[in-house]
């Protein structure tokens, strides 16, 4: 079975600073690894995801992502951050031999202060 | 652009009350996945759809069940509630095809069990 591990619950950070979320997945043949976004009391919006191709994502709002085969990771990253991005993360893996859910790791709380 | 539709937003019941929760997917999307998100934990995978059937499977309880209609549209059914079942409730659809589509998130529904 697929599995994700968020190595942080929480990270603080000024704004303007920059931030790393860390994600390790379990390993497969083949993965496809995604960042979610969740605001306070809102839904899951698709920050980015890695199916095949290049190993450094780019998504929405200034956010990327780096896929590493050899280190099992997919870490999310942003070179400044604004208050705004205060929310929870995460990351979530999918594998066509599961059927394409989604299995999630516990989220990281990202905290921007001023 | 058309988005999942979940129907209620909010739902307050007792327990050993039952519940139905729907969801409507994005236009000319065939597959549709049920999440559970618990207070404070990450989401947990129920159950899919694929063309009106069961597709996978995950930890949902014998309690609940599901089904998809012709017009794509989704129903999850609980009965005998219990407290441990408040939470979020999110539907995603997307299109079924030999890669990996993206799962696009409606809003949740939010379950309370008084």
């Known amino acids: 079975a697929q599995s994700v591990t968020q190595l942080d619950s929480q990270v603080p950070v000024f704004e303007e600073a920059p931030v790393e979320l860390r994600c390790n997945y379990s390993s497969s043949v083949s993965v496809y690894l995604f960042w979610y976004v969740q605001y306070p009391n809102q839904g899951l919006q698709l920050l980015l995801k890695y199916l095949s191709g290049s190993t450094l994502v780019k998504g929405i709002n200034g956010f990327e992502a780096e896929f590493n085969k050899s280190q099992t990771s997919f870490h999310l990253r942003k070179p400044s951050v604004h208050i705004s991005d205060t929310a929870e993360y995460f990351c979530?893996?999918?594998?066509?031999?599961?059927?394409?859910?989604?299995?999630f790791g516990a989220g990281t709380i990202l905290r921007v202060k001023s | 652009a058309a988005g999942v539709i979940q129907s209620p937003r909010h739902l307050i019941k007792e327990k050993r009350e039952t519940a139905t929760l729907k969801c409507y997917p994005i236009p000319r999307h065939d597959t549709v996945y049920w999440y559970q998100q618990g207070p404070g934990q990450d989401p947990q995978f129920l159950i899919s759809?694929?063309?009106?059937?069961?597709?996978d499977k995950g930890s949902i309880p014998d309690r609940f069940s599901a089904q998809q209609f012709s017009d794509y549209h989704s129903e999850l059914n609980m009965s005998s509630l219990e407290l441990g079942d408040s939470a979020l409730y999110f539907c995603a659809s997307s299109e079924a095809k030999p890669s990996y589509n993206e799962q696009f998130f409606g809003p949740g529904t939010r379950l309370t069990v008084l």
């Open positions: 759809f694929y063309e009106k059937m069961q597709s």
């Open positions: 979530a893996v999918s594998d066509q031999e599961y059927g394409n859910k989604l299995v």
